[in-house]
């Protein structure tokens, strides 16, 4: 019934996929500021030509330190901009030409901080005096959607659990199991309490996809599981690892020290969003296709989908397992 759909997600799962690039401004005082660039690359040499233009009369005070990791270029260095950078722009040298968005963090020495993810259609930031709480409020929401409908592998794991549930009552409790869980991990990790390395957590999320998609064949096979009479049960196991993906995101852009459980929460809230977003659309296409082939499904309208999403996750988890050699 989701094929298309399943396929839809699964087709840019297989390309080269870019993160944003990022840039964080620490203010210092007098007008210094420490840089931190990141910015995807292939390797070393293979670095996509993208740059910040910071204002006029902005010089380097300390030479460039950079490192290659993990995908992305990282540099390091500190600035100064006579009268500060409040009010002014920072542009970015071929934002319009390279497939990325950037986002920018300024933490001023308030401790407050400023958030902004551009593009070619919004392509400079302004640094703003010290924002209050409905900045914050509205920046980490947007980012909480963003993160989750650029989670190719979150996304599965949804649709999936969308797919193995056979009732509206159970998929509010696996929605809800799942989102419980995944908030769990995804605080106490970002507040530090829970450490656990990356990669071991991405390889053990897309093995969930697998898993799921299996489960939905058996299913579909007239076998039964624990997976199947009480979905929410993994819905709420495997939401924890989500959770750790979620708290990775997050990490690499910081949560504001003067609001940190504000930002948190709103970021865990943007999640939501997203996430419900997502199911809507699910469903709405499940009902669109009903209504063209029948309130019967044909039987491949469940199995393509699972194929689809079960190879790609396996791939995805392959690949993430070799990533550790």
Do not use: C
Not at 67 to 82: C, D, L, M, N, S
């Amino acid at each position: 019934m989701l094929f298309w759909l399943a396929l839809l997600f699964a087709l840019p799962a297989t390309a080269d996929e870019f993160k944003p690039a990022y840039l964080q401004l620490i203010e210092r005082g007098g007008g210094y500021y420490d840089v931190l660039w990141k910015v995807p690359a292939l390797d070393e040499s293979k670095v996509l030509k993208l740059q910040p233009v910071f204002p006029p009369g902005t010089r380097d005070v300390t030479p460039h330190s950079g490192i290659y990791a993990r995908g992305a270029t990282v540099q390091r260095w500190r600035i100064a901009v006579p009268g500060g950078l409040t009010g002014r722009d920072i542009g970015f040298a071929g934002l319009a030409l390279v497939p990325v968005d950037v986002l920018v963090r300024m933490a001023r020495s308030d401790g407050t901080e400023q958030l902004e993810r551009l593009n070619p259609a919004n392509p400079v930031f302004t640094a703003a005096a010290s924002p209050g709480p409905w900045e914050v409020v509205s920046s980490y929401t947007l980012l909480g959607i963003e993160h989750i409908w650029q989670g190719i592998d979150h996304l599965l794991f949804v649709a999936g659990l969308v797919m193995l549930v056979d009732s509206r009552r159970k998929l509010l409790l696996t929605i809800t199991a799942f989102t419980i869980a995944h908030s769990i991990t995804l605080a106490l990790a970002t507040l530090g309490v829970l450490k656990v390395p990356g990669p071991p957590v991405e390889a053990i999320i897309a093995l969930s996809i697998v898993f799921v998609a299996a489960e939905i064949l058996h299913r579909q096979q007239g076998r039964t599981s624990l997976a199947v009479r009480k979905p929410w049960l993994i819905a709420f196991s495997f939401g924890l690892l989500h959770g750790l993906g979620f708290a990775g995101a997050l990490a690499e852009v910081g949560l504001p020290q003067n609001s940190i459980p504000l930002a948190l929460l709103f970021f865990n809230v943007g999640v939501e969003i997203g996430q419900l977003l997502f199911v809507a659309a699910l469903l709405a296409a499940a009902a669109l296709v009903r209504r063209v082939t029948g309130p019967t499904d044909p039987r491949w309208a469940a199995v393509l989908p699972a194929y689809a999403i079960g190879g790609i996750a396996s791939y995805w988890m392959f690949e993430r397992v070799a990533a550790f050699f």
